[in-house]
């Protein structure tokens, strides 16, 4: 593994499954986040980690849920989608001097 | 609230000079990143100003204004790879980063 891997990368999923993203980094960066992109719009956050064992809500955190049980893995799960939860999903990594971040190469979701 | 700006589209020729603006209001301001997105991959880091000036990276430049809220990125002697959305994003006052919706640019050849 070099950099962030997500998965899957692609799904499709009927409304009401519950659906975890997975996404592993291997470059020992403390801070983690997850975004969805939608056409038009611009990179909007769902939750973040400042740190393992740590998590925060971003911007459009309702119906999405997080953990961090160590270092590496950040799994953003679905409890139960719905439509609008189509998107593109993008998992990042910061080590948090500049602020740089690193993404993963996102994980397409179309819920029907 | 806080809000980027940045247009939608844009069209250049290949081999030529493009400048993509973004405007900003946010709450703090801690530093301006622009990022490279091709279409269907994932966004990369192009550069990061903090202070007034210009930062010059090979073909590409990118500068910043703090009292007028402004940035742009300058793209010289384009290439067709340059094709591609660019994002300008501002971390705010609590360290969260601010994205604007993305310029797609267009190389003609």
């Known amino acids: 593994i070099a950099g962030i891997t997500q998965a899957p990368t692609s799904q499709i999923l009927a409304a009401g499954r519950r659906m975890t993203l997975r996404c592993t980094q291997d470059?020992?960066?403390?801070?983690m986040y997850w975004y969805r992109q939608d056409l038009g719009l611009g990179l909007r956050l769902i939750h973040y980690?400042?740190?393992?064992?740590?998590?925060g809500k971003g911007e459009v955190p309702d119906g999405y849920s997080v953990s961090r049980a160590n270092t590496d893995d950040f799994p953003l799960t679905l409890a139960s989608a719905v439509p609008s939860q189509t998107s593109v999903y993008f998992c990042?990594?910061?080590?948090?001097?500049?602020?740089?971040?690193?993404f993963g190469e996102g994980s397409r979701l179309t819920v029907l | 609230g806080q809000n980027i700006d940045q247009p939608t589209e844009m069209t250049a020729t290949e081999g030529a000079i493009v400048q993509i603006n973004c405007t900003y209001q946010?709450?703090?301001?801690?530093?301006l990143f622009w990022y490279q997105q091709h279409a269907g991959e994932a966004p990369t880091f192009l550069s990061y100003n903090v202070l007034d000036g210009l930062e010059e990276k090979g073909r590409f430049s990118s500068f910043l204004s703090r009292s007028k809220g402004y940035s742009y990125l300058l793209l010289k002697e384009l290439q067709m790879k340059d094709s591609a959305s660019y994002l300008c994003?501002?971390?705010?006052?609590?360290?969260?980063?601010?994205w604007g919706a993305g310029t797609k640019l267009i190389i003609k050849p």
């Open positions: 470059m020992r960066h403390n801070a």
């Open positions: 946010t709450s703090g301001f801690n530093g």
């Open positions: 990042a990594s910061t080590a948090g001097d500049t602020g740089e971040l690193f």
């Open positions: 980690s400042n740190t393992a064992g740590t998590t």
């Open positions: 994003a501002v971390r705010d006052s609590n360290y969260q980063l601010i």
